[in-house]
């Protein structure tokens, strides 16, 4: 095992009568609130007029910051910087899920810092130091960012799509309340379950690093709470022990804890993050299509144990299978999982997307290097994953 330090100070109201504690919590850090939102779908529920009744309640004053996108832009944190200063901001709200929350971290370490541009704290031209408190009402299980330091950020005119890292942007407090998913539609269901399953593989899960075996046991139960809970939630939206049980895995599954003591990189994120960028697909369904085809792609002697041990405790393959054949076992039962089961296209055609950006998107991808993780990526191992994918 390697050593580690845990730390994660965010603390989470769950449960479907807990927002009623939002204006309190907010009161805390003062009295000006930058509210940040997405495309409208939480005035059509009620949830929009909701917090604003409870945050005058509260005594607080709300600016208000909609339409941020699925890959939220620079140029829309860049805007929610700028209302922060004019109208003098004690704390940004995100109410939405990863991409809306990823915004309000942004725009929180943006505000105070000594640029305009969240460009430059992600390209370290500036340096991110006081950062303004940020809460939020989480209504999309998936990316994790509830509980997490990390901010995934798209440049749209460079086709760039990075993260702003620093545990001064993991949020003060986060609401979860399971009955504001109930409504979310099936596609984003799935394609936020993926997600959740994505951050494991990828972070701690496929690695070649020594894991504390208790810590891999957890792994394995929380895929399994999304194998298991997914295709419930598909079936009978509004079934609240589905959706709860999604929206603690997503939350555990990148709150560091599930991690402790590995540090790679992760592979098939790196690559997705090109999708993204060039694209603009949804994130959760360029995992689905990357992971399996990955998986095919490393696997070999070294691999095949660990990439068997996963199908066997968590997608019930035969654990008599010599190791190669299990783990091609394996990665066939993820793929019909997340192409049958979940519902999700399978292929980069199936989205319109083709070669030619292939070259250009590995040679981001690998800027700084070969991708480290289990197994190395160089360039040309990432376009060969791409056309797998097509």
């Not at 009623?20 to 919590?25: C, D």
């Not at 990863?98 to 969240?118: E, F, L, Q, R």
């Not at 968590?314 to 793929?335: Q, V």
């Not at 480290?372 to 191992?381: E, G, H, M, N, Y």
Request: proline share 4%; glycine share 8%.
């Amino acid at each position: 095992m390697n050593d580690f330090i845990f730390h994660n100070p965010t603390k989470v109201y769950f449960g479907t009568e807990q927002l009623a504690h939002l204006g309190e919590e907010l009161a805390t850090f003062g009295t000006k609130v930058l509210l940040v939102y997405g495309g409208g779908s939480i005035k059509k529920s009620g949830l929009y007029d909701r917090i604003h009744a409870l945050l005058a309640d509260a005594g607080l004053s709300v600016t208000s910051l909609g339409g941020v996108e699925p890959n939220p832009r620079h140029t829309t944190v860049n805007e929610g910087a700028v209302l922060c200063r004019r109208e003098g901001v004690d704390v940004v709200l995100a109410v939405g899920g990863g991409s809306t929350i990823d915004c309000a971290k942004a725009i929180a370490a943006t505000a105070p810092s000594t640029t305009d541009d969240v460009w430059d704290l992600i390209e370290g031209r500036a340096t991110v130091g006081e950062v303004l408190p940020i809460v939020t009402v989480l209504t999309l299980a998936g990316t994790g960012s509830e509980m997490d330091g990390s901010a995934v950020i798209s440049n749209k005119p460079r086709n760039l799509k990075c993260s702003l890292r620093t545990p001064l942007v993991r949020p003060r407090v986060t609401f979860e309340d399971p009955s504001l998913t109930a409504t979310v539609p099936a596609y984003q269901t799935a394609c936020g379950s993926i997600d959740i399953m994505s951050h494991i593989f990828d972070a701690t899960y496929f690695t070649d690093q020594p894991q504390l075996d208790m810590l891999v046991r957890v792994q394995e139960e929380v895929l399994k709470t999304v194998i298991h809970f997914a295709p419930i939630a598909l079936d009978d939206p509004a079934n609240l022990d589905a959706r709860a049980n999604l929206m603690w895995a997503s939350s555990w599954a990148l709150n560091d804890f599930l991690f402790d003591g590995v540090k790679q990189q992760g592979a098939c994120h790196v690559m997705e993050h090109e999708l993204s960028a060039y694209y603009d697909i949804t994130h959760g369904h360029g995992l689905a299509i990357l992971i399996p085809r990955w998986l095919r792609y490393i696997l070999d002697d070294t691999t095949a144990p660990l990439i068997h041990r996963f199908g066997v405790r968590c997608l019930d393959i035969d654990a008599s299978l010599a190791p190669i054949a299990g783990a091609e076992a394996t990665t066939c039962a993820l793929a019909h999982f997340f192409f049958d089961t979940l519902g999700v296209a399978a292929t980069f055609t199936d989205l319109g997307i083709d070669e030619r950006h292939f070259a250009d998107m590995a040679d981001h991808a690998c800027e700084h290097g070969p991708i480290q993780s289990i197994k190395t990526l160089t360039r040309d191992d990432v376009i060969a994953i791409y056309k797998l994918c097509l």
